[in-house]
T-cell receptor, first 114, second 114 residues
């Protein structure tokens, strides 16, 4: 069965510093990996995805993520955090092979202090 | 990115009544739609996966007679909460996806049963 783990409930970073939000996954086949962001009482906004190809993927708002197959990780990163990046971030995985379901991690609350 | 419209964005209903939530993909054909439930400060719990023209696949512990899902076309899926009770109050989110791509999310529906 597929699963996603986000080991940190909360990440606190000072504005201007780099940030990392961790994600590890488990799938039986090849993974499709995603990051989403959620603001209060809103749906989810897509940030970026890894399907195949370059392990470093770039997404919206300056975020990027690195796919590491050996460590089964897909950590979200940003070189310089903004206060407006404060939100709830979800990592998600989709197993390959047709219309398979998308499973979400528990979420990490990112808090950027001025 | 693609647009998914979810309606209504919030609804209050009396205990014992039924509520229907619609999810539409506006600019692409969604082969698969997912329905999630989110409790406060928690992750998204997958309730069911629906493919156009076939019966939905429910996750373990989700009552299919309680949460009726219909996916009659490639652009519309509906979730009906039947005989709603206060414990059904939650934030419901739909997402739509084409084959093996990322999912795009509706803005969510806040259901309150009184």
């Amino acid at each position: 069965a597929q699963s996603v783990a986000q080991p940190e409930d909360q990440v606190n970073v000072a504005e201007g510093n780099p940030l990392t939000v961790k994600c590890t996954y488990s799938v039986s086949g090849n993974p499709y990996l995603f990051w989403y962001v959620q603001y209060p009482n809103r749906g989810l906004q897509f940030l970026l995805k890894y399907i195949t190809g370059d392990n470093l993927v770039k997404g919206s708002y300056g975020f990027e993520a690195e796919f590491n197959k050996s460590q089964t990780s897909f950590h979200l990163k940003k070189p310089s955090a903004l206060v407006s990046d404060s939100a709830l971030y979800f990592c998600a995985v989709r197993d390959t092979g047709g219309a398979s379901k998308i499973i979400f991690g528990s979420g990490t609350r990112l808090s950027i202090r001025p | 990115g693609a647009v998914v419209s979810q309606h209504p964005s919030w609804v209050i209903c009396k205990s014992g009544t039924s509520v229907k939530i619609e999810c539409r993909s506006l600019d692409f054909q969604a082969t698969t739609m997912f329905w999630y439930r989110q409790f406060p400060k928690q992750s998204l719990m997958l309730m069911a996966t629906s493919n156009e023209g076939s019966k939905a696949t429910y996750e373990q512990g989700v009552e299919k007679d309680k949460f009726l899902i219909n996916h009659a076309s490639l652009t519309l899926s509906t979730l009906t909460v039947t005989s709603a009770h206060p414990e059904d109050s939650s934030f419901y989110i739909c997402s739509a996806t084409a084959m093996n791509t990322e999912a795009f999310f509706g803005q969510g529906t806040r259901l309150t049963v009184v």
